[in-house]
DNA sequence: CTGCAGCTGGACCGGACGGTACCGAGCGCA
DNA sequence: TGCGCTCGGTACCGTCCGGTCCAGCTGCAG
């Protein structure tokens, strides 16, 4: 907790040993669950001594709020992957396609086994971590579907598609693309994803049933 | 244990200490979780001691599988609800206001708090109880979307709506209607359920999204 | 070379938890 | 009325966990 301004030698030897119980931690995290992993167990499996994760990161919630918003980075570069793709659209005819495109990879990342177990260890504590529940919400799975509404929105302004209402569409297409399948997986750990035909079938029936382009 | 054959005088007396762990096992777990709720707590909750709830359950995984699989009575009473509120439509004029009302119904019950508190619970614990997760699964939300699909072919057969594909349709509905509330719910514990006019809009635009009728 | 900061391994603590042993009370049966 | 058996209450056991403390080692700065 030092202050000092105009830091000069930031000393970041001591950032692998934070990462690798960051990483550590989340492996067993989303294997185990919060309450059921022991932090003795997780200073093993990062090869540090259990004192330098309590000097780390001070105590085992402040750990897990580390682990889970740490992922968020991860959502937040996705969502960069969609917008680029949407706003690589140049043509009409090419609106289709790309948002054919956009709806696969969201179901793929949606419905991937570890994004389910990030969303199942996240749901189990929501009783005692509410605010890191609701950030982690905020920051990964709405902040997907504020990125799509606003692709779509930039679509309509580039007058390359006609939707009314961009955020109710965008939520419309991702349940009715992957609802039924994420909720059935949440409760069938272990399922294999869904492979390209798979997919391919969710991205059919989505478009057929929700109709964005006008 | 005992198999005696054509058991004279069934003694009841046991099922009420039975039911009052069970009812507080319930409330418990719901609360706290499985793992953050001790035996202790569930007996003096019940005001009977643990050894009762060891002498009738086993052990806190079967007492859990009994909880869990318990509320599924009420799916059942659920599931019976909407069949007769779809079975007593007789004229097509009927069909509309009915669905919209089983609609209603259906997001009222899926984002009820104690519903998505069990939800929060199996899915918890889905990575240590399997079966009993996909069980729970198999027994409620799934039960209950089986449910509607026989219901809207039950019209088709009447000759009074026209649905191509009961089941996608049935899906199709369930997740535009709650899907993103249902989503948001989980990972906010402690949202109030939808009032009047949020179940009428939820309603009105799942309605319109799906069509179900032809 | 010397000091120092941080890491390591490990012992340790207080407490909680799942599960069990034991014992007294109450009930059915004669 | 007496007897035996079953069931529930209590106290207890072994274990594990989050968190702390300590002594020794290591690598960098001056």
């Known amino acids: 907790m030092r202050v000092d301004p105009a830091a000069p030698s930031g000393r970041r030897r001591d950032e692998p040993a934070r990462a690798a119980i960051v990483r550590a931690a989340t492996e067993q ?6 309450q059921a992993t022991s932090t003795d167990r997780i200073a093993a499996a990062a090869a540090v001594s259990k004192q330098t994760v309590y000097n780390q990161f001070g105590d085992k919630r402040s ?5 889970v918003l740490g992922v968020t980075a991860t959502a937040e570069a996705f969502g960069a992957e969609l917008t680029a793709a949407l706003a690589a659209v140049r043509r009409p005819e090419e609106v289709e396609p790309a948002l054919r ?3 696969r990879r ?3 990342v949606a419905l991937s086994p570890r994004v389910l177990a990030m969303r199942r260890l996240v749901i189990a504590e929501a009783g005692r971590f509410p605010e890191l529940a609701a950030e982690y919400h905020r920051r990964a799975p709405e902040a997907t579907l504020r990125t799509v509404a606003a692709g ?11 939707v009314e209402d961009p955020d109710r569409v965008a939520a419309d297409l991702a349940f009715v693309l992957f609802g039924a399948e994420l909720d059935r997986a949440l409760f069938h750990p272990g399922t294999p994803p869904p492979d390209a035909e798979r997919l391919d079938a969710l ?3 989505a478009f ?3 109709r964005p382009l006008g």
């Open 29 to 34: 995290f989303l294997a185990e669950g919060f």
């Open 63 to 67: 750990l897990f709020a580390a682990v």
């Open 101 to 103: 495109m956009l709806l």
């Open 106 to 108: 969201w179901a793929a």
């Open 152 to 162: 779509l929105a930039d679509l309509v302004e580039r007058g390359l598609a006609r």
């Open 203 to 205: 991205v059919d029936h």
């Open 208 to 210: 057929r049933v929700v």
